[in-house]
């Protein structure tokens, strides 16, 4: 059974930085990639940040120089450092992974993905 299991949430000022992990187990990995999402209760989920196997990242254009994604693939662990967090990045984070290869404009598109982690809470006050 895949499971998906995201940390690293909290309560930050603006302009302060937060780690989020997200750690896979019993994962098979067909995959092409993982992602980063996020939620604000009562919208739709926001395609935050991917990476592929290969390295590659994507972005949404709102986090663009302020958020990093990286992966330890010997620890199947996939991390977002998020830095100068502002109160627009209040949300419920989630990670995700597909069940296959999924095509480069489909990284942030959460219909690509099947499998997701239960969500860590990031709330930032002004």
């Known amino acids: 059974q895949v499971q998906l299991e995201e940390s690293g949430g909290g309560s930050v000022q603006s302009g302060g930085s937060l780690r989020l992990s997200c750690t896979a187990s019993?994962?098979?990995?067909?995959?092409?990639?993982m992602a980063w999402f996020r939620q604000v209760q009562g919208k739709e989920r926001e395609g935050v940040a991917a990476?592929?196997?290969?390295?590659?990242?994507s972005y949404a254009d709102s986090v663009k120089g302020r958020f990093t994604i990286s992966q330890d693939k010997a620890k199947k662990t996939m991390y977002l450092q998020m830095n100068n967090l502002k109160p627009d990045d209040t949300a419920m984070y989630y990670c995700?992974?597909?069940?296959?290869?999924?095509?480069?404009?489909?990284?942030?598109?959460?219909?690509?993905?099947?499998?997701w982690g239960q969500g860590t809470q990031v709330t930032v006050s002004s």
């Open positions: 995700a992974a597909p069940a296959g290869s999924i095509p480069p404009f489909g990284y942030l598109m959460d219909y690509e993905y099947e499998y």
């Open positions: 019993g994962y098979v990995d067909s995959g092409n990639c």
């Open positions: 990476i592929a196997t290969d390295g590659r990242t």
